[in-house]
């Protein structure tokens, strides 16, 4: 359990900053976007969001039971995705780990189809680590995931690209979960303790990659080579069949970056660019695993983290948090967007 640290003084600080809290805009904001025309936020953080372009080919039938080492449970593909007669979201998905992490909440492992809410272990994992296309609540305060669910279930949360069909997802199962299911999966969620599971590398070059179900997994055998890294963080699966195919819960990423981005995300983080931003140690302590209901934001997928601070920036998640947060991302660039979250 993390400590009750009250986080009234910090709220209160930002408060100050502000003005007061009726000058906060908590409405419901929504972005069209022309695919032809994105705009600039978009362009330049690509990377971030993984928009799929080509239709992916269809999922096929799949009786044989796959296998994972250091386990003896077998499923089929179906039943890895909760799959049930060819219809997605409709059954339980597979728990290859069960001794990994304490019993899930019936919600959060099976959803309830009738309801629209999708299993949160589909596309959490059990472990609550979710891959770079999903967010990562485990170890989270459950305070603040439930209060994300509900900023999910008014309209408060949404994104700022349309074409990520999970914001939807997401909303969608907010919506139909009553009160005691959200603060039993925010329970749950922060029984976990978050651990490390992604390898950062600064390179100038990177693995040559297509778009798949929100994830750039590397090319293999015709086409596969390396290209320039350029403005971006290409974040990957080590094992790209074990973590897309398999949906193994135990294989991490690795999250290429530029040269100098550490260098630079430090300085932002620790230091606020000389003013450009807040110091993040201010609020989300020294270590930056958070204090109180505030969320911890090290280690965690930079292609997540990044969409955070521009769906903020753009106005498209809001609620209390993200209007205290508002000022911060306010002068960051595309770039410093980037810096911050390789070094996180």
């Known amino acids: 359990m993390k400590s009750p640290t009250s986080v009234f003084p910090i709220l209160l600080t930002w408060l100050v900053i502000l003005g007061a809290t009726s000058s906060l805009s908590l409405g419901q904001t929504t972005r069209k976007v022309d695919p032809d025309h994105l705009p600039p936020d978009l362009v330049e953080l690509a990377w971030a969001y993984a928009i799929e372009l080509e239709k992916p080919p269809p999922m096929t039938e799949d009786s044989e039971k796959h296998r994972l080492p250091g386990t003896s449970l077998t499923f089929t593909r179906d039943e890895i995705l909760g799959r049930v007669d060819g219809v997605m979201f409709?059954?339980?998905?597979?728990?290859?780990?069960?001794?990994?992490?304490?019993?899930?909440?019936?919600?959060?492992?099976?959803?309830?189809?009738?309801?629209?809410?999708?299993?949160?272990?589909?596309?959490?994992?059990?472990?609550?680590?979710?891959?770079?296309?999903?967010?990562?609540?485990?170890?989270?305060?459950?305070?603040?995931?439930?209060?994300?669910?509900?900023?999910?279930?008014?309209?408060?949360?949404?994104?700022?690209?349309?074409?990520?069909?999970?914001?939807?997802?997401?909303?969608?199962?907010?919506?139909?979960?009553?009160?005691?299911?959200?603060?039993?999966?925010?329970?749950?969620?922060?029984?976990?303790?978050?651990?490390?599971?992604?390898?950062?590398?600064?390179?100038?070059?990177?693995?040559?990659t297509y778009l798949r179900g929100g994830l750039h997994i590397p090319i293999e055998g015709e086409g596969a080579g390396t290209e320039p890294i350029g403005n971006r963080i290409i974040e990957s699966p080590v094992d790209p069949h074990g973590t897309e195919f398999l949906r193994n819960p135990r294989s991490g990423f690795v999250a290429y970056v530029p040269k100098g981005a550490l260098q630079r995300g430090a300085d932002l983080v620790y230091g606020g660019g000389g003013g450009k931003t807040w110091q993040c140690i201010v609020c989300h302590g020294q270590d930056l695993n958070g204090i109180g209901n505030i969320p911890g934001i090290a280690a965690r997928s930079p292609s997540y983290m990044a969409r955070q601070l521009n769906d903020i920036k753009q106005g498209t998640r809001q609620g209390e948090m993200a209007a205290l947060m508002k000022p911060v991302v306010a002068n960051l660039t595309s770039e410093d967007i980037l810096d911050i979250v390789a070094y996180l």
Not at 94 to 119: L, N
Not at 148 to 163: A, I, N
């Open 90 to 208: 409709q059954g339980p998905p597979a728990d290859w780990y069960p001794g990994d992490h304490p019993k899930m909440p019936e919600i959060y492992a099976k959803g309830d189809p009738s309801r629209k809410i999708i299993a949160c272990a589909l596309c959490h994992y059990p472990n609550g680590k979710g891959k770079a296309e999903n967010a990562p609540p485990a170890g989270q305060d459950a305070r603040y995931i439930a209060q994300q669910l509900r900023e999910f279930k008014s309209g408060l949360r949404q994104g700022s690209e349309p074409r990520k069909s999970n914001y939807q997802l997401m909303i969608d199962t907010a919506k139909g979960m009553t009160d005691e299911e959200i603060d039993q999966c925010a329970a749950y969620l922060e029984s976990m303790s978050w651990t490390k599971w992604i390898e950062v590398v600064e390179t100038d070059t990177v693995p040559k």
